[in-house]
């Protein structure tokens, strides 16, 4: 068997963006042709904000529709909803005995989040949300995991907690992996390239894969950038415009020193034109699928009822296995 693959994304928006798409979903889509990949819409870890309920069963199917349309091939991958595997919240449950109060108080996600919220704004689930993150991966005996680099403390806290239960009742979990691609890790608010792009952030910040595209036109157009003109990679002293160039090399293929003599001579307004054209046209039959997908919630439906099915009987071998070592009396029948 191939070694194995897990990752997940919230369904807190109706469109992923950019930043979601280069970070991750592109190697979720890669990893296909070495690994047993299996990939989940984690919609219990978005249950602490209260969603709407219509908002989030929109986009729980719309997310799980960019997957497909991003090139998630359920004939190769298992597709699930998160709630629909019900073990991810049992063994989220046995591994909060592992966890350390502190260890959890030091995750930088749940410090900014609970500082930006305040005492009142916090809840528990907030707290124990990197548990559940856990308890995901360590379901599937996952080797690695393919996200941005704002999930590698989180990765590192799984890492943890794997090596704690096996070294007190033997080789229960494999240890994952990390699988964060350097060049795309962290893809920056086109408003403001000190911050991650983010479905939290400002809109004119994030290039949404469901966004028109005279809307991604005019993002592009307006990205800040500085005062200067060449067109040239600089993160320090320009990381408007390096954000820029890693994007249109992700989606180019290109390299972005051949992006450079592209533009030399010119200035940032043929540059951005011309990003703005390669990602319009990259976007469109991603959008295209996505909204096939989401007109067809019968069918989207049923690809994630198949992959609930095949991945509840993984999940639940790994959690008996989990039950035994700890002791846990299993039903005769
Ligand atoms: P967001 O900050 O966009 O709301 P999130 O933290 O809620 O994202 P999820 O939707 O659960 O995250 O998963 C998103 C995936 O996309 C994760 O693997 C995350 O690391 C990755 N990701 C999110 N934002 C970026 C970014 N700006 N650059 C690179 N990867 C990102
Ligand atoms: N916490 C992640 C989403 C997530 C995840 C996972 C990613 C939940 N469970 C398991 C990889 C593997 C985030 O990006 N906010």
Do not use: C
């Amino acid at each position: 068997m191939s070694p194995r693959v897990f990752s997940g994304m919230q369904p807190t928006a109706d469109s992923l963006h950019l930043g979601n798409y280069l970070g991750a979903l592109v190697q979720w889509v890669a990893l296909q042709e070495t690994h047993d990949t299996i990939y989940a819409v984690v919609d219990l870890h978005a249950l602490n904000e209260h969603p709407e309920p219509e908002a989030l069963r929109r986009r729980t199917r719309a997310t799980a529709a960019q997957f497909l349309a991003a090139g998630v091939d359920p004939a190769r991958s298992l597709l699930f909803v998160q709630s629909h595997v019900p073990q991810h919240a049992e063994l989220a449950w046995v591994l909060g005995g592992f966890t350390g109060f502190g260890e959890a108080s030091r995750m930088t996600q749940f410090k900014d989040k609970s500082a930006k919220q305040g005492e009142r704004g916090t809840n528990v689930a907030l707290f124990t949300y990197p548990v559940l993150m856990a308890a995901d991966i360590l379901l599937y005996d996952a080797e690695a995991v393919p996200v941005g680099e704002d999930q590698r403390q989180h990765l590192e806290l799984t890492r943890d907690l794997a090596q704690r239960v096996n070294a007190s009742y033997g080789d229960i979990f494999t240890v994952p992996e990390p699988h964060i691609i350097k060049a795309t890790a962290k893809i920056y608010d086109l408003q403001d390239p000190s911050s991650k792009m983010s479905k939290s952030g400002g809109p004119g910040g994030i290039i949404e894969i469901l966004d028109e595209p005279k809307v991604i036109s005019k993002r592009i157009r307006s990205a800040v950038t500085d005062a200067e003109t060449e067109v040239r990679f600089d993160e320090r002293l320009k990381p408007g415009l390096a954000n820029l160039l890693t994007i249109y090399s992700a989606l180019s293929g290109r390299s972005i020193s051949d992006i450079e003599d592209d533009f030399a001579g010119k200035g940032y307004g043929d540059f951005k034109g011309a990003l703005a054209d390669v990602v319009v046209e990259f976007l469109a039959p991603i959008r295209e699928a996505a909204l096939g997908w989401i007109e067809s919630p019968d069918k989207l439906d049923s690809v994630l009822a198949d992959g609930a099915e095949k991945a509840r009987m993984i999940a639940q071998g790994t959690l008996e296995r989990v039950y035994d070592a700890l002791g846990v009396v299993r039903p005769a029948h």
